[in-house]
């Protein structure tokens, strides 16, 4: 794959991971893959801004050599320690003999601490500037977006955004532009990311995006770090971000639940039936069978969450209690939650799951339903019921 020039003398020099099926150990699927961004700008000073994965650091720089020797790189920009970004720097740095590295002072502290480098680093803050020529890049620390080390760069003559991780997608593609590819498919991964990375973040994030607004810098693309640029419409991506940032749901309901033999499992079916039949939307999900990373997506717009689990050694199932201390680390806020599960001679399992919602900032909204063994009719209508009851309390909100 050759460099993609995506500004006049502006190329994206990355790599395209197509075989990556977790990310961040196991905590995050990537289904459709990823990419690792880097580009490189070609000016009086050439710049390289952030690098790739450390085994794809020589296709990085072979792509780099396509367009320039790497020893003419004079500044490398290092918006983001984490190592599918930095993870290439040992390489990098060898071939750029005259590299300076530019980053936060946390940045610098992060590299030294992964790769015990003596390197050349000029620390920066917000609004310092480097001028490479024709154009200028200006710094804008982010610190916890998602690392306390993590910046944006900015170059206002070609109104382009760098910001490393926000605004991405794990998702593998020949592509390269927001225009190349499925819309629905691009927002389900940018959500995907969201959700399962930079959730419990969004009180930093939409102060920055409004730091962003409030500097009145235009934006004209967006060149993240993972997945596609956005070049046609990147307000997409920054509403979708506010949106997300701010909790703001719609009325749908999600209902994940673990079965041991299969009564819970009745009952969730019986459930998501009653709240259908409102005419809500819902989504239904056995966590022991599902993908967690698709679940937390799911949720990301959602009003409500109904969390069901049988009832073992007077707890939750151990799916279930994994996914809810996930999700507890999220920090949802403005949602509505219930409980249900069956359970043999003793109960626990509902009152485990409402506790835990309710350390996550999830609301309960109506008493857990539980039902011994296996439901009879009766209790099926209530399981019916239950889940009606719970979609009106979704359109009251």
């Not at 003559?157 to 490393?164: I, M, S, V, W």
């Not at 539980?370 to 009606?388: A, R, T």
Request: glycine share 8%.
């Amino acid at each position: 794959m050759k460099p993609c020039e995506i500004k006049k003398d502006i190329y994206w020099v990355g790599a395209v991971d197509w075989n990556v099926r977790n990310f961040h150990g196991h905590t995050y699927s990537t289904q459709r893959g990823t990419t690792y961004n880097a580009y490189l700008i070609v000016d009086e000073k050439i710049t390289l801004v952030d690098t790739v994965y450390g085994p794809f650091s020589n296709e990085m720089i072979a792509r780099i050599r396509e367009i320039v020797s790497p020893e003419k790189i004079d500044y490398i920009i290092v918006n983001h320690v984490e190592t599918d970004h930095s993870g290439a720097l040992p390489d990098i740095v060898k071939a750029c003999k005259k590299a300076k590295l530019y980053g936060t002072t946390k940045c610098r502290e992060g590299l030294y601490k992964h790769y015990y480098g003596e390197w050349h680093f000029q620390p920066v803050k917000t609004g310092d500037t480097l001028k490479l020529g024709k154009r200028t890049l200006s710094f804008l620390e982010a610190p916890m977006i998602h690392w306390p080390d993590s910046m944006f760069t900015y170059c206002p003559e070609e109104e382009l955004l760098l910001p490393n991780d926000a605004f991405g997608q794990h998702y593998a593609t020949s592509e390269r532009f927001d225009d190349e590819v499925g819309q629905a498919e691009l927002m389900d991964e940018a959500a995907k990311y969201y959700g399962n990375i930079l959730w419990p973040l969004s009180s930093l994030i939409l102060k920055k995006i409004e730091e962003v607004q409030n500097s009145k810098l235009s934006i004209r693309m967006i060149a993240p770090s993972h997945g596609i640029i956005w070049r046609k419409d990147p307000a997409k991506i920054l509403n979708s971000y506010v949106s997300w940032a701010k909790n703001e749901t719609k009325p749908k309901v999600v209902v994940a639940y673990e079965t041991m033999w299969g009564a819970t499992q009745t009952m969730a079916r019986m459930i998501v039936d009653g709240i259908t039949d409102t005419g809500t939307s819902v989504k239904l999900f056995d966590l022991a069978q599902s993908d967690r990373t698709e679940v937390i997506k799911e949720m990301l717009d959602a009003k409500g969450f109904i969390i069901g689990s049988s009832t073992h050694n007077n707890g939750m199932l151990v799916a279930v209690a994994g996914f809810l201390d996930f999700l507890k680390g999220l920090k949802p806020k403005n949602r509505i939650g219930a409980a249900f599960g069956s359970y043999g001679w003793a109960g626990g399992a509902i009152k485990s799951i409402e506790g835990t919602l309710k350390e996550a900032g999830v609301e309960i909204i109506q008493p857990g339903l539980g039902i011994q063994y296996v439901p009879d009719d009766v209790e099926l209508k209530k399981c019916y019921e239950y889940g009606v009851n719970f979609a009106k309390q979704i359109g009251k909100e």
